[in-house]
């Protein structure tokens, strides 16, 4: 399906400073994102992330990696399900809040607390087959190159393992997705004006997401990895996508 009118954005460069600019972002949003989080998607994340951790097949002592961990949300989560969980992250800002986060989120309980390291997603500082679970959520698109980005979660999963990734999607119904896009493009950014006072910010959203294939093209990436068992599962008619195969 032909992209409407794709929008630039100053936080979206195509070139070598992907990774620089983006890495900014969300050093500069770190401490408001959980809130506009929640505001941007009237709490919805946090259900469309249950999900995915429902289908992640943890049991007590399962290892498990959260690639782009940000504040920590799914690393928490997998933590409580009983794995030993890695997140991991190229923002030092975001990995604080995780952390600071882990403190009170972990006090009361004898699951052992995520581990939050500083790493780049494109070059997992694993070996190969090192987790039995891989999570990703609203990291993929923010890669330069999310083929590779995709390969390295698949290199670092076990054979056998699952590999969960959530992210914006892409509707299939057209009049439903220019909607979308306009919310993304009108509402959203307002809100990143308000918080962080970075409308950019926040509008970077939907350029980054006109620039990457979404739900499709991650399924037929994973497919030509060898995934087997892959499930794509569309919520809210495509608004938000989990891709999910086993290495
Ligand atoms: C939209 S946030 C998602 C955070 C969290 N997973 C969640 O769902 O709330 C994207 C995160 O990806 C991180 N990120 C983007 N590119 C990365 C890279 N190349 N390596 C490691 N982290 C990266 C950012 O720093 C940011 O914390």
Redesign the pocket.
């Known amino acids: 399906m032909e992209e409407p009118k794709v929008h630039q954005n100053s936080y979206y460069d195509p070139g070598v400073n992907r990774?620089k600019r983006?890495?900014a972002l969300?050093?500069q949003i770190?401490r408001r994102?959980?809130v506009i989080?929640d505001i941007q998607s009237g709490g919805m994340?946090r259900l469309w992330?249950r999900r995915l951790i429902l289908e992640a097949p943890i049991i007590p002592g399962s290892s498990a990696l959260?690639?782009?961990?940000?504040?920590?949300?799914?690393s928490f989560a997998l933590a409580a399900k009983g794995a030993e969980v890695t997140g991991?992250?190229?923002?030092q800002a975001?990995l604080d809040q995780a952390r600071s986060r882990g403190d009170a989120r972990m006090a009361d309980t004898e699951r052992k607390k995520p581990l939050f390291i500083e790493?780049?997603?494109?070059a997992l500082p694993f070996m190969d087959d090192s987790f039995d679970v891989v999570t990703?959520?609203?990291?993929l698109r923010?890669?330069?190159h999310w083929q590779n980005?995709l390969r390295e979660l698949h290199r670092v999963t076990r054979p056998g393992g699952r590999i969960l990734i959530?992210d914006f999607g892409k509707p299939p119904n057209q009049l439903w997705r220019s909607i979308y896009y306009s919310y993304l493009r009108l509402v959203v950014p307002v809100l990143g004006w308000s918080l962080v006072g970075d409308a950019e910010a926040y509008r970077y959203i939907l350029t980054s997401l006109q620039h990457f294939p979404a739900q499709r093209g991650i399924e037929s990436e994973m497919l030509k990895m060898g995934c087997r068992g892959l499930h794509t599962h569309l919520f809210m008619g495509g608004v938000m996508s989990l891709n999910m195969g086993t290495a």
């Open positions: 990774a983006v890495r969300f050093d770190a994102y959980d989080n994340h992330k959260d690639v782009c961990c940000g504040t920590g949300d799914l991991l992250d190229f923002s975001m790493g780049d997603a494109m990703m959520a609203y990291g923010n890669l330069s980005g959530l």
